[in-house]
């Protein structure tokens, strides 16, 4: 057990939910054509391939630009250049639509661990409050609406939200101040030895380490942070909170 334990906090991707990977290809496609349709349904004549190639260049220059740092990609502004590249004027209605369209189609490849609801179930029995802390694009807000589980958590934090990407202290900060509960009667699960694990024992939380495959653990020891235990499964949780 880990003392006086109040809230919860999950990490998202590689921690409760995974990419079904022989549906990812096919799922992304689908959004694309259903996002060229809906452009050419405005009157804007573009191909997949042309979208796709400027969207893959735009995407990376993005991407360059905050290499080093801890700040998160801003998709609106990431389409807003697409738009603008393809000679189209951008709005942030015409943006909202395409991501809108985009994502609803693409997270379905998004599923969700056989031990995930029952570790939710189990948290809400137990009266903790409970909280998603994920690096995660505007995407995150079509996961979670996918999979229906937004009423198992009291809070959900998106690094896009205050683009911030963990592990830097503010996603973890404002999370906690959401809560209203303080960093030591909190606990952070995940499966990111720096984001998920030093970040949250720097700004004073206790820290799972979730390991559903082979992670590299030698950073610990570069930090000398370590997490409070590892567990193989998120129903290893009922023995330790």
Same mark, same amino acid.
């Given at each position: 057990?880990?003392?006086? +334990?109040?809230?919860?906090?999950?990490?998202?991707? $590689?921690?409760?939910?995974?990419?079904?990977?022989?549906?990812?290809?096919?799922?992304?496609?689908?959004?694309?054509?259903?996002?060229?349709?809906?452009?050419?349904?405005?009157?804007?004549?573009?191909?997949?391939?042309?979208? +796709?190639?400027?969207?893959?260049?735009?995407?990376?220059?993005?991407?360059?630009?905050?290499?080093?740092?801890?700040?998160?990609?801003?998709?609106?502004?990431?389409?807003?250049?697409?738009?603008?590249?393809? $000679?189209?004027? #951008?709005?942030?209605?015409?943006?909202?639509?395409?991501?809108?369209?985009?994502?609803?189609?693409?997270?379905?490849?998004?599923?969700?661990? #056989?031990?995930?609801?029952?570790?939710?179930?189990?948290?809400?029995?137990?009266?903790?409050?409970?909280?998603?802390?994920?690096?995660?694009?505007?995407?995150?807000?079509?996961?979670?609406?996918?999979?229906?589980?937004?009423?198992?958590?009291?809070?959900?934090?998106?690094?896009?939200?205050?683009?911030?990407?963990? #592990?830097? #202290?503010?996603?973890?900060?404002?999370?906690?101040?959401?809560?209203?509960?303080?960093?030591?009667?909190?606990?952070?699960? $995940?499966?990111?030895?720096?984001?998920?694990? +030093?970040?949250?024992?720097?700004?004073?939380?206790?820290?799972?380490?979730?390991?559903?495959?082979?992670?590299?653990?030698?950073?610990?020891?570069?930090?000398?942070?370590?997490?409070?235990?590892?567990?193989?499964?998120?129903?290893?949780?009922?023995?330790?909170?």
């Amino acid at each position: 057990m880990m003392g006086e +334990i109040k809230a919860v906090l999950f990490d998202l991707y $590689g921690t409760l939910v995974y990419e079904e990977r022989d549906e990812e290809e096919q799922y992304r496609f689908k959004a694309y054509n259903r996002l060229i349709a809906y452009l050419k349904s405005l009157g804007y004549n573009v191909s997949i391939n042309y979208f +796709i190639k400027i969207y893959n260049n735009i995407f990376e220059k993005c991407l360059e630009r905050i290499k080093g740092t801890l700040n998160e990609l801003d998709m609106i502004y990431v389409y807003w250049n697409i738009f603008k590249n393809l $000679g189209i004027m #951008p709005s942030l209605n015409l943006v909202k639509n395409c991501l809108d369209i985009f994502y609803t189609m693409e997270v379905r490849s998004v599923k969700m661990f #056989p031990d995930t609801l029952s570790i939710l179930n189990y948290c809400r029995k137990r009266g903790f409050k409970t909280a998603i802390v994920s690096n995660a694009t505007i995407r995150f807000e079509y996961v979670i609406s996918r999979l229906k589980i937004s009423n198992y958590f009291d809070v959900l934090m998106a690094s896009y939200k205050i683009l911030k990407v963990k #592990p830097h #202290p503010e996603i973890y900060l404002k999370t906690l101040n959401l809560l209203n509960i303080s960093p030591q009667n909190a606990v952070m699960i $995940g499966n990111s030895p720096l984001s998920d694990i +030093i970040g949250a024992k720097k700004v004073g939380l206790k820290a799972i380490l979730i390991k559903r495959h082979d992670i590299e653990e030698n950073i610990f020891q570069k930090y000398n942070v370590y997490p409070d235990a590892i567990i193989f499964s998120l129903n290893e949780l009922r023995k330790l909170i």
